[in-house]
């Protein structure tokens, strides 16, 4: 089975994301999350983690298969989460309509986190960004 880390986890796409996860055999199953959500993460079927990723992302380095990213926060640097991947792991991104997946690896380079070229190269091959919303106003245009 696959192991999985859904950020967003109580974003429609999120809780989506968890019941894909266990209908497709996934083992493992990780969603950030408040403390006082816990417990509704655990009857949704994954396992808690907490708010802050540097509690936990060290314990998951390179064990997780598939990152599936429903926050729509476009201010994230993916590279805080990316080091749990594994090295043929996938990052999905989710509804992020106006950044291409070049843009996002781009600005994930910062002075204290400088990405070099091919790492770079490594990511692009790794992150799919889907826009659900453009994809419904195509299907509600057709």
């Known amino acids: 089975g696959k ?68 926050t729509i926060d476009t201010g994230r640097d993916i590279n805080d989460y990316f080091g749990a991947l594994h090295d043929d792991g996938d990052y999905i991104l989710v509804g992020r309509s106006e950044e291409t997946v070049e843009e996002i690896i781009s600005r994930q380079t910062r002075p204290s986190n400088v990405v070099c070229s091919n790492l770079k190269s490594r990511m692009m091959n790794r992150i799919h960004s889907y826009c659900v919303f453009e994809k419904w106003e195509y299907c509600l245009e057709s």
């Open 3 to 70: 192991s999985i880390l859904v950020l967003g986890a109580f974003t429609n796409v999120g809780r989506a994301a968890i019941e894909l996860a266990e209908i497709a055999g996934a083992t493992l199953i990780y969603a950030p999350c408040k403390q006082k959500q816990r417990r509704k993460i655990r009857e949704m079927g994954a396992t808690p983690l907490g708010v802050d990723q540097s509690e936990w992302v060290h314990l998951l380095q390179k064990k997780i298969d598939v990152i599936v990213d429903a």
